[in-house]
């Protein structure tokens, strides 16, 4: 119970068990609009950033996940990485040809790639394991890449749709727009008229200049019939009457007499003009949008800022062998220790 666990335990860890290199690389995830957190994200919000927590989840939810996986392992770099010679049976994937399923190595990958998240400073620590420091420094390098690949390609998409939303209401409204000019200028031409409202004041100016005509006429008129009956200008001045009374009822009838006067036409022409003035705002008010949206896209920026780059190990930092079989000694001893109480107990009821 203590001497031969110990043995093994020796054998493992000081001949058998492979060095295992660490490689670990620090990342935060921030961005320019969003509210500061703690920590670090205050020093980060003096200079006009703050951390960005739900990308910096999916950067994580990326790297563990089989896509990062079949990523770094197009070529099999990942699996041979972990199954060369050097490596014990013990720590090597698939040492007997039996597990090398993509699951299985899915599995073993989530055992030696590992990313922990601090939700105080929002820091990300990516860390990878392997049987040599060039494939840890590697493996990790890529991982970090994708991580913000994926971060990239995230906001490159919100990005996009937030002004493509808005560019297909700019086109929209420019359509309404141009539609209802349109109309506004086919009823202008087929009317004959640019305004009805000025060119109604204007008939009206000549209708009351008219009617200041016949008031000046009627008065010579009677003026006349009273002083000189027989005076020669009475039939010309019954005539200009006639005339001018004439003119004031045609002028009257093109101004409100029926559906092609100028009080009909207000009322269609109005319409049209309303509906192009609408259209005309909701235009300014589009672009104004797709302007804003294109301001909040620049805002929305994230960046994946890298604090610590990956680092080449020199040295194994696992396993810890003396560690390893102190704890199996021990282990050993306790469990000598309960076995001898138990067997001492034993004894003792059957005496």
Do not use: C
Not at 161 to 179: G, L, P, Y
């Amino acid at each position: 119970m203590v001497v031969l666990p110990t043995l093994i335990a020796v054998l493992y860890f000081g001949f058998i068990a492979s060095d295992v290199y660490i490689s670990e690389s620090r990342y935060v995830v921030r961005s320019p609009e969003k509210p500061a957190s703690t920590g670090l994200g205050l020093v980060l919000a003096t200079a006009g950033f703050s951390n960005a927590g739900e990308e910096a989840f999916a950067a994580k939810s990326f790297v563990e996940s089989r896509g990062a996986l079949a990523d770094i392992n197009r070529a099999g770099e990942f699996a041979k990485a972990y199954t060369a010679p050097h490596i014990s049976v013990f720590d090597r994937f698939n040492p007997f040809g039996l597990t090398g399923s993509f699951e299985d190595l899915y599995k073993f990958y989530l055992d030696r790639v590992r990313v922990d998240s601090d939700v105080t400073t929002s820091i990300s620590t990516l860390t990878v394991r392997a049987y040599s420091p060039q494939d840890a420094l590697r493996i990790n390098a890529r991982l970090l890449d994708l991580a913000e690949q994926t971060v990239n390609r995230m906001n490159e998409r919100g990005r996009k749709d937030m002004i493509r939303f808005a560019q297909v209401e700019v086109e929209d409204a420019q359509a309404r727009a141009r539609s209802a000019g349109v109309a506004l200028a086919a009823f202008r031409n087929r009317e004959g008229v640019v305004d009805p409202e000025i060119q109604a004041t204007s008939q009206m100016a000549m209708i009351s200049k008219l009617q200041d005509d016949v008031i000046t006429t009627q008065t010579q008129l009677n003026q006349f019939r009273a002083f000189t009956p027989l005076n020669p200008q009475i039939p010309a001045l019954v005539n200009r009457l006639t005339t001018l009374k004439g003119a004031i009822r045609e002028q009257m009838g093109a101004l409100a007499g029926g559906d092609r006067s100028l009080a009909a036409s207000a009322v269609q022409y109005q319409k049209l003009f309303i509906e192009q003035e609408f259209a005309s705002k909701q235009l300014t008010s589009a672009l104004a949008s797709l302007q804003e949206a294109r301001n909040e896209a620049r805002r929305q920026q994230v960046y994946v800022e890298r604090i610590t780059q990956p680092n080449l190990p020199d040295a194994p930092l696992e396993p810890r062998r003396a560690r390893g079989i102190f704890a199996t000694l021990a282990l050993g001893l306790v469990a000598w220790g309960i076995a001898s109480m138990l067997l001492a107990g034993i004894k003792e009821h059957g005496q």
